[in-house]
């Protein structure tokens, strides 16, 4: 059964930084396309960052660039988030989410086949 786990998320004040980690079992993690996404209450799920397998292109949502950073590491089978200058506006639950290459949009969160639990981070002004 594949999983995916979160770990990282707490709770910071604004201007500081959090690191999260996804790590994945029972799939071949090297394969996938991964992504983060995060949700609000109230707000819908957003794809904040995803990189791809092989080559490992990153492409971030307009909001996290120059603050965020999306990396892998195929031989732990791990993924990682790094957030800094976190605002309140991150505040979120951060879910990880992998499957195959995206033929459309990857922010589209139907087009991701596994999901981790969730990670809240938590940004206070």
């Known amino acids: 059964q594949v999983q995916l786990a979160e770990s990282g998320g707490g709770s910071v004040q604004a201007g500081g930084s959090l690191k999260l980690s996804c790590v994945a079992s029972?799939?071949?993690?090297?394969?996938?396309?991964m992504g983060w996404f995060r949700q609000a209450p109230g707000k819908e799920r957003e794809g904040v960052a995803a990189i791809s397998p092989g080559i490992g292109r990153t492409t971030y949502t307009d909001s996290v660039k120059g603050r965020f950073t999306i990396s892998r590491d195929n031989a732990k089978n791990t993924l990682y988030l790094e957030m800094n200058s976190l605002k309140p506006e991150d505040t979120a639950m951060y879910y990880c989410?992998?499957?195959?290459?995206?033929?459309?949009?990857?922010?589209?969160?139907?087009?991701?086949?596994?999901w981790g639990q969730g990670a809240q981070v938590t940004v206070s002004s």
């Open positions: 989410a992998a499957g195959p290459t995206p033929s459309g949009l990857w922010r589209v969160p139907e087009q991701f086949t596994y």
């Open positions: 029972q799939l071949t993690f090297s394969n996938y396309y």
